[in-house]
């Protein structure tokens, strides 16, 4: 068992390593000379695509994340079998199963085919590894593309991004005096707000959350 000493300094490291990141992106935003607007932000900034079937209050909550932060991704990690979400810090685990549902829910698989976006259901070449994020801004680098959905929370607008995309709009996100993700648990750094990640959603928001997406499909089909 770690000391508290020990737990200290491995807090202390983890987010020293995500300032340097947030920096590395923030200096790749200048070198390509991005205009970032300054009172609002779209993820379509970084290459993201909005998608056309709305996104339920429920969606995020059904998932697990309990944060305050404005976008969240939900996807797979390469080189990782674990489905889990990330609103910038460490990716938490979540409900694999609820999220093979959804994709192949029939309101969202004809926008996010599994043969399209393989990634986004867990599918990766074999002996694929998660580089570091240094590597990944490095132009030129050949690596293999791997999709998440990114939720922007306040206009409730679902995106297919990029990871690194994702990331790189979690860097711009971060206030320029601090760190939104100062809470260290179980050997992760997250927001405020997730340190009971591993905790179920309410009672009746899974159900909320099909019946909402099953509403669609018939909103749809009665169109």
Known sequence: M??????????????????????????????????VPEDDMSPTLVGAMPLPFPVPDSFEIAFGYKGNLRFVQFGYTAGSPQFGYSDGGDDLPSDGSLWSWFLHHPAVAPYLPESRYPTLYGKFPSGTERPPLEQIMRRGAELPTCHCLLLDRRDRRAYVSERDQAMILFALMEPDDGDAHNVFVDGMLMSPGSEDYKVGPPPGVLDEFRRFMDSRLQAFESA
């Open 2 to 35: 770690k000391s508290v000493g020990g737990i200290h300094r491995t807090r202390l490291a983890a987010s020293k390593v995500h300032r340097h990141l947030v920096k590395v992106a923030r200096r790749t935003v200048q070198k390509l000379g991005w205009q």
